[in-house]
């Protein structure tokens, strides 16, 4: 089992910044793809951002250019970093970890944490 735990949400106006960590313990083994998918109110839950082992990342549309996913691998975290934050990116955030296919693919997910921007 693999345990996720989230740091860092909280409410600031729109135009600031925030970053989130999310440290996972547990059997990491196979561990790759880590990242961060937001829920709004009534909305579906949606990638944000993912990172690999290896360092390849990908993000969402609506947030290139203002947030930064990074991984520190010798501490099995990953960090998101949000700039320039809208109304918008108010959601319920939640740290995931993919198992690798090669060792039974299966999602593992943290509690959430929420973030709250306003205008």
């Known amino acids: 089992q693999v345990q996720l735990v989230e740091s860092g949400g909280g409410l600031v106006q729109a135009g600031g910044s925030l970053r989130l960590s999310c440290a996972a313990t547990g059997n990491l083994f196979g561990i790759d793809v880590m990242g961060w998918y937001r829920q709004a109110p009534g909305k579906e839950r949606d990638l944000v951002a993912g990172i690999s082992s290896g360092g390849s990342t990908n993000y969402a549309d609506s947030v290139k250019g203002r947030f930064t996913i990074s991984r520190d691998n010798a501490k099995n975290t990953v960090y998101l970093q949000m700039n320039s934050l809208k109304p918008e990116d108010t959601a319920v955030y939640y740290c995931?970890?993919?198992?690798?296919?090669?060792?039974?693919?299966?999602?593992?997910w943290g509690q959430g944490t929420q973030v709250t921007v306003s205008s």
């Open positions: 995931y970890a993919e198992r690798s296919r090669v060792y039974g693919f299966r999602q593992f």
